[in-house]
């Protein structure tokens, strides 16, 4: 179940998906299957081949890509989501779900 995004947020990511960039949506998030995890970043893009090379660029694998038409994403949570939201300079995300070390 995801919450704490606006439906403005949401179509603001659909949007740049669909255009095949990579856009990043950061929610809060539970999952019985992740205890302990309370957020998950999507990483989405339509273009699949833009998207695979980006996770290979950060080192993960692209094998765990969601390729759900039309917005296939990767998901990104814990340390790897913080690290990653660090590196893109999306300290709005960082801040705003207290993802902060």
Same mark, same amino acid.
């Given at each position: 179940?995801?919450?704490? *995004?606006?439906? !403005?947020?949401?179509?603001?990511?659909? !949007?740049?998906?669909?255009?095949?960039?990579?856009?990043?949506?950061?929610?809060?998030?539970?999952?019985?299957?992740?205890?302990? *995890?309370?957020?998950?970043?999507?990483?989405?893009?339509?273009?699949?081949?833009?998207?695979?090379?980006?996770?290979?660029?950060?080192?993960?694998?692209?094998?765990? *890509?969601?390729?759900?038409?039309? @917005?296939?994403?990767?998901?990104?949570?814990?340390? +790897?989501?913080?690290? *990653?939201?660090?590196?893109?300079?999306?300290? !709005?995300?960082?801040? +705003? @779900?207290?993802?902060?070390?």
């Amino acid at each position: 179940m995801a919450f704490g *995004i606006t439906r !403005d947020e949401l179509n603001r990511w659909k !949007d740049a998906v669909s255009r095949g960039e990579i856009a990043f949506l950061t929610h809060y998030w539970l999952d019985s299957r992740f205890p302990g *995890i309370r957020t998950v970043t999507k990483v989405g893009c339509a273009d699949l081949e833009r998207l695979a090379a980006w996770c290979k660029a950060r080192g993960l694998d692209p094998r765990y *890509i969601h390729n759900r038409p039309p @917005f296939p994403h990767f998901d990104l949570m814990g340390r +790897r989501q913080a690290s *990653i939201l660090r590196e893109e300079q999306l300290f !709005d995300h960082l801040a +705003r @779900f207290r993802l902060e070390d």
